[in-house]
């Protein structure tokens, strides 16, 4: 069964870059073809997409968000990443990775999310 | 890119039907049949109960059910129970990038 796992810091001061990673267990990163993403809501808020990088390596992203988004995957360690450049206190948020099974936006499963408060 | 448009808020007996609206337009609902729902419950991470319009992933009672006409797509659930209490959201594939909805909560009553 697999599963991902959010992690890294959880409080980032403004003008910083906010550094996730989402580990994978229970399957490779590299088959089937799928691709990755990262989701984020901020609380009491609805969800809203950051991007996704394809099996190919190719990477998309929010249109809103695309300045200051990379996505990566390090095939070598099973998990893939997210970097946010110049946060503000709207970055604040509980930050989800996702496998995306088609590449065709809907996501299944989910980790459990991790809260990162953007704050001095 | 702007959210797609769900009601903030249905409500239903236990054992009736509700149905969640998610609008869009042609560049995302409307153009694609990659709508997907999810079910979140509070602190916790969504799930999947919809993609590709109508489609259940295992383990999803049939009691959930999804369809599209034109840029809005619906979710029904039938025979309401408690545990269905909880936030909605809709998504759509929509060229190279995703959009969500707004989320809609559904209380039964």
């Known amino acids: 069964q697999l599963q991902l796992q959010e992690s890294g810091s959880g409080l980032v001061k403004p003008s910083q870059t906010l550094s996730l990673t989402c580990a994978v267990s229970g399957g490779s990163i590299s088959s089937g073809g799928y691709s990755w993403s990262w989701i984020r809501q901020p609380p009491g808020k609805g969800l809203e997409w950051i991007g996704y990088i394809y099996h190919s390596g190719s990477t998309y992203y929010n249109p809103s968000l695309k300045s200051r988004v990379t996505i990566s995957v390090d095939r070598s360690k099973n998990q893939f990443s997210l970097k946010l450049s110049s946060v503000t206190a709207a970055d604040t948020a509980v930050y989800y990775c996702?496998?995306?099974?088609?590449?065709?936006?809907?996501?299944?499963?989910w980790g459990q999310g991790t809260l990162v408060t953007v704050s001095s | 890119q702007s959210a797609l448009t769900q009601p903030r808020s249905v409500s239903g007996s236990p054992g009736q039907s509700v149905t969640i609206s998610c609008t869009g337009t042609?560049?995302?609902?409307?153009?694609?049949?990659?709508v997907s729902w999810y079910q979140q419950h509070p602190g916790k991470a969504p799930k999947l109960m919809i993609y590709d319009v109508s489609k259940r992933p295992s383990g999803v009672p049939d009691r959930f059910s999804g369809s599209k006409s034109g840029n809005t797509a619906s979710l029904t659930i039938s025979g309401l129970q408690a545990e269905d209490e909880a936030d909605y959201y809709c998504?759509?594939?929509?060229?190279?990038?995703?959009?969500f909805g707004g989320g809609t909560k559904l209380t039964v009553l």
């Open positions: 996702a496998r995306d099974p088609g590449g065709w936006g809907w996501f299944d499963p």
């Open positions: 042609s560049s995302d609902v409307g153009g694609y049949n990659y």
């Open positions: 998504c759509s594939y929509a060229g190279s990038h995703v959009v």
